[in-house]
């Protein structure tokens, strides 16, 4: 899972609000994930902001559009999360390292079916106040993580935490 | 403002929830802060379930059950916020280091009225998926702080950061 958050625990002020608030030194972090990873999974939403940075990489999008799956074009891959075993799908595509970008949906998604092996988590010193936060308010869990590692991105203080599933 | 939160950024399950989560470096660092400092502003909420740490100390406390203020006793004020100079009224008190305790309406109110200079977040490496956020989603504001240290409070990775309003 990979996320920038405020310092206030919000991803966006709403669900149309792109990333555009984070520091030039965690989109040349999540590019470098990127590149290293297998595959990305995203929402429709996210999928289609981000649509120029990802329409060349390995893209599982999770949507209601479909009832099952549908390969879009050679890269991208149409997927109903109620109707497919995603941790087979994405086993039997040999992706080891998975990188999940959201928006909160999806992150709520691999939550919920605890999924989530690693959270690198910037954090931006700015507040909101409002907007949305990183998992959805009807998700009923609690889930311990351990720190691996701070790392300082900048003079302003953008942080980029590094955690592991207990 | 000091404030403890979960990874995903809340700060309490429920309004009823006691930080009986943060760990004990964080109360430490906690008790100090409050050793130092010259008052404590906290909701009633948050008074009355951590009476037997607060009884003792200079605090401020907004409620609504009041008109002005009303003095409970050495120790504690009652105000409510609505219909008293906050400001002016920590002044004449001579208050220097006032250590705001929350909960989230206190938090948003001190936010709302630009009057955060210093935040203590501590970052416990937990993740609830719902529950408060810091501030109230009705306040659509944006602030900027930067950071000034991080402080890495035990092997599990409870993080201590501490920003300043630019």
Redesign the interface.
């Known amino acids: 899972m990979i996320v920038a958050?405020t310092?206030?625990?919000?991803i966006a002020k709403n669900s149309h609000h792109l990333s555009s608030w984070t520091c030039k030194e965690d989109k040349i972090f999540l590019r470098n994930m990127l590149n290293k990873g297998d595959c990305v999974v995203v929402g429709n939403n996210t999928y289609q902001t981000s649509l120029e940075f990802l329409k060349k990489r390995n893209c599982v999008v999770f949507t209601t559009s479909v009832k099952t799956l549908k390969a879009v074009n050679g890269s991208c891959l149409y997927v109903n999360p109620k109707n497919v075993n995603i941790e087979k799908l994405l086993k039997d595509r040999n992706c080891q390292q998975i990188n999940i970008l959201g928006g909160q949906q999806v992150y709520?998604w691999f939550?919920?079916n605890n999924l989530i092996d690693e959270?690198y988590?910037t954090?931006e010193?700015?507040?909101?106040?409002?907007g949305l936060?990183?998992?959805?308010?009807?998700?009923?869990?609690?889930?311990?993580?351990?720190?691996?590692s701070?790392k300082?991105f900048n003079s302003?203080?953008?942080?980029l935490?590094h955690?592991t599933r207990v």
Do not use: H, M, R, W
């Open positions: 958050a310092l206030d625990g919000k709520s939550l919920k959270i988590l954090i010193p700015i507040v909101f106040g409002f936060s990183l998992f959805k308010e009807t998700l009923k869990t609690q889930k311990n993580f351990k720190l691996k701070v300082k302003q203080g953008s942080l935490l955690y």
